[in-house]
C-alpha cells in the first residue's frame, strides 16, 4: 500500500512538469516500467524529457543545441522556471559525462540573464535534485534556473537561522570528503582541465 502511495506521489509531481492540456493516452510517464527486455532503452522511451526532445510530446523551447535545449517548466516554482536538459537520457547528475555536464552548464550565464531580463528579475536560482531524498521525480538529469525577486518567499528555509560549523566537525567533515573523492575512468576526459585538489 505504502509503495502505491509513493508512486502516485511520484506519478503526481511527474504531471505537475506537464502542461495541462497535454493528455495524450499513449505516451507513459513510468521510466522503471519493465515492459522491456532493455531496460535502458525503455527509460529513454518513457522518459518525459527524452520525448520531448524526440518532438512527441510538447513543451515551450527556448534554447537548443546540439547538446542540450532548455525549456520552461509547465508548473513553475516562479514566473520563468527553466529546466535545461541534455538531450542524451542520463537518469542522474553521476552518470552524466562531465562534458555533458560542462556544456549544460556553460549555457546557463547566456539562458539565466535571457530569463531575469524577460521576467523582471534581477537574480536566480540554480538546483539541480539529485535522487529522491532531494525531490528528484524525472529520473533525466536536469538542471532549474528559478529566477528571482526580493521578498518573494519562494524557499522557506531562507527564513531559517543558521548555524557556524563546529571547527572540529568541519575538519572531520573535509577529511571525510576528501577521502571519498575518486577519479575513476568515469571521468576520463576531464583529465587535464585544470583541477587540483587543495587540503589544507
Not at 14 to 35: A, D, E, I, M, R
Not at 116 to 129: H, I, P, Q, R, Y
Not at 155 to 169: A, K, Q, Y
Amino acid at each position: 500500500m505504502e509503495a502505491t502511495a509513493t508512486a502516485l506521489r511520484r506519478l503526481s509531481l511527474l504531471s505537475s512538469h506537464f502542461p495541462t492540456h497535454f493528455s495524450s493516452p499513449q505516451v507513459g510517464f513510468n521510466c522503471s516500467s519493465s515492459s522491456s527486455t532493455n531496460g535502458e532503452q525503455n527509460q529513454e522511451n518513457g522518459c518525459v524529457f527524452c520525448l520531448i526532445v524526440r518532438g512527441q510530446a510538447p513543451a515551450l523551447k527556448v534554447y537548443e543545441d546540439d547538446v542540450c535545449l532548455c525549456i520552461l517548466d509547465a508548473n513553475p516554482l516562479c514566473f520563468g522556471h527553466s529546466l535545461v536538459i541534455p538531450k542524451s537520457h542520463f537518469p542522474s547528475l553521476k552518470e552524466t559525462p562531465p562534458s555533458v555536464v560542462a556544456a549544460m552548464c556553460s549555457k546557463v550565464p547566456l539562458i539565466s540573464s535571457a530569463v531575469m531580463k524577460a521576467t523582471g528579475s534581477d537574480s536566480f536560482n540554480l538546483l539541480v535534485n539529485n535522487g529522491a531524498a532531494a525531490g528528484q521525480v524525472i529520473y533525466h538529469t536536469h538542471i532549474h534556473i528559478i529566477p528571482r525577486k526580493a521578498s518573494d518567499c519562494l524557499w522557506t528555509s531562507e527564513s531559517l537561522s543558521r548555524c557556524p560549523l563546529n571547527s572540529d566537525e568541519a575538519l572531520k567533515l573535509a577529511d571525510g570528503i576528501r577521502e571519498n573523492l575518486s577519479f575513476s575512468n568515469d571521468f576520463e576526459d576531464s583529465k587535464g582541465q585544470g583541477s587540483s585538489l587543495i587540503v589544507n
